[in-house]
T-cell receptor, first 114, second 114 residues
Framework: EPEVTQTPSHQVTQMGQEVILRCVPISNHLYFYWYRQILGQKVEFLVSFYNNEISEKSEIFDDQFSVERPDGSNFTLKIRSTKLEDSAMYFC????????????FGDGTRLSIL | AQTVTQSQPEMSVQEAETVTLSCTYDTSESDYYLFWYKQPPSRQMILVIRQEAYKQQNATENRFSVNFQKAAKSFSLKISDSQLGDAAMYFCAYRANAGNMLTFGGGTRLMVKP
């Protein structure tokens, strides 16, 4: 069964550095998402992406964050200048489309900011 | 804003027994979707079951069923004949009909005793 894959599984970065988290969504899916989970807290929505543009974003997704689909398979989340509070598990998800279509999640990337 | 609450941080069940995980949500919408996701340790979140709010009939998937009470804004998950492989974090999630984002509850850790 096709899966969403995320790389790396764990990323350690110095505060203030840029980081790019990578995701390969399921190939026939049209909607792509990023969520994050700070340790001990709820999974929180960051952004959704459709037709090469952001379709929805949360308050968390400020100017430090950006998303891109640089080619036909990858979907990336960039954090421009990382802060300590960006340390979290970041999950990528994809869906065929529509609110009744389930979102399929990757294993997540654990981001640790030092 | 929508909120999802899972009041049981941890639950345990004896193998082959039945367990019910609770979820309540708050929304002013009338049309929405509800989901239960399972996250085994160090693994990706997997959709267990989904419910459309316009459907009165409770969703069922093999050993998993829900008790959807729209007026009470309650969406509990029943696992029958519990198996060791059911041990995981279980997340309840809400999605509005017009939106892309999933709003998650805090999760319930289910332990299955042999």
């Amino acid at each position: 069964e096709p899966e969403v894959t995320q790389t790396p599984s764990h990323q350690v970065t110095q505060m203030g550095q840029e980081v790019i988290l990578r995701c390969v969504p399921i190939s026939n899916h049209l909607y792509f998402y990023w969520y994050r989970q700070i340790l001990g807290q709820k999974v929180e929505f960051l952004v959704s992406f459709y037709n090469n543009e952001i379709s929805e974003k949360s308050e968390i997704f400020d100017d430090q964050f950006s998303v891109e689909r640089p080619d036909g398979s990858n979907f990336t989340l960039k954090i421009r200048s990382t802060k300590l509070e960006d340390s979290a598990m970041y999950f990528c998800a994809s869906s065929r489309g529509g609110p009744n279509q389930p979102q399929h999640f990757g294993d997540g990337t654990r981001l640790s900011i030092l | 804003a929508q909120t999802v609450t899972q009041s049981q941080p941890e639950m345990s069940v004896q193998e082959a027994e039945t367990v019910t995980l609770s979820c309540t949500y708050d929304t002013s919408e009338s049309d929405y979707y509800l989901f239960w996701y399972k996250q085994p340790p160090s693994r990706q979140m997997i959709l267990v079951i989904r419910q459309e709010a316009y459907k009165q009939q409770n969703a069922t998937e093999n050993r998993f069923s829900v008790n959807f009470q729209k007026a009470a804004k309650s969406f509990s998950l029943k696992i029958s004949d519990s198996q060791l492989g059911d041990a995981a974090m279980y997340f309840c999630a809400y999605r509005a009909n017009a939106g892309n984002m999933l709003t998650f509850g805090g999760g319930t850790r289910l332990m299955v005793k042999p």
